[in-house]
């Protein structure tokens, strides 16, 4: 077992599968770091020597943003976008598709839920405690709608 990065990676599986257990690395950019290193992409990592895996630790560190770096500038980037109120931003905090897809269809359980989670919340504030007991208070509101 290969500790690195905070994450455990087996020794089973080649180099080209096992990199992708790290956030931020796929296979394509794990074929890319075996190529620039050296290293033959079909290999295990218990195959190999000490001077590859430091190679392999010191290249990710200097050309590539992974793990808690990585999660960090994207959590930047979209404070950023809804700091400066764009559409996206906007988007992303409410949790709705923010590159143009409908609404109409697609996205309704999103929808559900987070009406569910208003309802709930609007509905356990409004309890009345009486002689120790707690009632819950239901709204009556009603629509007005004129006949024609």
Do not use: W
Not at 42 to 54: A, D, E, F, M, S
Not at 64 to 78: A, V
Not at 119 to 141: A, P
């Amino acid at each position: 077992m290969l500790y690195i990065f905070n994450k455990t990676i087996s020794d089973s599986k080649s180099i080209l599968y096992s990199l992708t257990i790290l956030y931020g690395i796929n296979e394509y950019q794990s074929k890319k770091i075996c190529k620039n290193i050296g290293i033959n992409p079909q290999i295990t990592i218990n195959k190999l020597k000490n001077n590859h895996v430091n190679r392999l630790i010191t290249y990710i560190n200097k050309n590539l943003k992974i793990e808690q770096f990585l999660k960090k500038e994207k959590k930047d980037h979209l404070q950023e976008l809804l700091e400066i109120k764009t559409t996206r931003g906007i988007r992303h905090n409410m949790g709705l598709p923010v590159n143009g897809q409908r609404t109409h269809n697609n996205a309704k359980t999103i929808k559900k839920l987070k009406n569910l989670f208003i309802q709930k919340k609007n509905f356990n504030s409004k309890k009345k405690k009486i002689n120790n007991k707690i009632f819950k208070v239901k709204n009556n509101k009603r629509k007005n709608k004129s006949k024609k």
